[in-house]
């Protein structure tokens, strides 16, 4: 299967400091990239979609700016958790759905994971 | 509002017993479902799809589920649980609208005792 690679996988940074999340496909073009964020023992929030040299699209409750996203290649999308707090200490995964041209197979492929702690 | 919804936070099954999870999902219109499987500090595996083709889907690690229209249900089963099975599993939808957004269920625990 599609392989979606996250760095880093494990993050602890100071409350106030910004910290950058790269997800990457590493065998096809990721034209939409979507990130959420998993607290402990709980589902997967969808945060925001980005799609290649667009603007994300934030869901409802999702500081745009505090989130930074960028999708500047079809391999790249980073997440920038800007002014950190405790309270943004959580898990975030990125998936991709897989695209080839025009066609699609209805699969999302899923990085996996980066543990984000601020102390 | 179009949701998906796994019924059971936690289910504990023996070793070599049917697993049953269940899930369903609020569509008027046959969506595409799926189940992943979550295993500690990792990422999503998919364990199978439904998109609109067969109603029994066959996975990866002898899962399967069957897409009941008239109950708005994809339960997944396996009929014999291992000891690897143990992990968190989730049911996502993609809904109606032609967004490729997934709506995820709240996931259930399996715990597999010997």
């Known amino acids: 299967g599609a392989v979606v690679s996250q760095h880093p996988s494990w993050v602890i940074c100071k409350s106030g400091t910004s910290v950058k999340i790269e997800c990457r496909s590493l065998?096809?073009?990721?034209?939409?990239m979507f990130w959420y964020r998993q607290f402990p023992k709980q589902s997967l929030m969808l945060m925001a979609t980005?799609?290649?040299?667009?603007?994300?699209?934030?869901e409802q409750g999702v500081e745009k700016d505090k989130f930074l996203i960028n999708h500047a290649s079809l391999t790249l999308s980073t997440l920038t958790v800007t002014s950190a707090h405790p309270e943004d200490s959580s898990f975030y995964i990125c998936?991709?759905?897989?695209?080839?041209?025009?066609?699609?197979?209805?699969?999302?492929?899923f990085g996996p994971g980066t543990r984000l702690t601020v102390t | 509002a179009q949701s998906v919804t796994q019924l059971g936070s936690h289910v504990s099954v023996s070793e070599g017993a049917l697993v049953l999870l269940r899930c369903n999902y609020s569509s008027s219109v046959p969506p595409y479902l799926f189940w992943y499987v979550q295993y500690p500090n990792q990422g999503l595996q998919l364990l199978l799809k439904?998109?609109?083709?067969?109603?029994l889907v066959k996975g990866i690690n002898g899962f399967e589920a069957e897409f009941k229209k008239s109950e708005t249900s994809f339960h997944l089963t396996k009929p014999s649980a291992h000891m690897s099975d143990a992990a968190e599993y989730f049911c996502?939808?993609?809904?109606?609208?032609?967004?490729?957004?997934?709506?995820f269920g709240k996931g259930t625990k399996l715990t597999v005792n010997p």
């Open positions: 439904y998109t609109s083709a067969a109603t």
């Open positions: 998936s991709t759905p897989w695209t080839s041209g025009t066609q699609r197979n209805h699969e999302q492929y």
């Open positions: 980005s799609n290649e040299g667009s603007k994300a699209t934030y």
């Open positions: 065998d096809f073009q990721a034209t939409t």
């Open positions: 996502a939808g993609r809904l109606q609208g032609g967004s490729e957004k997934l709506v």
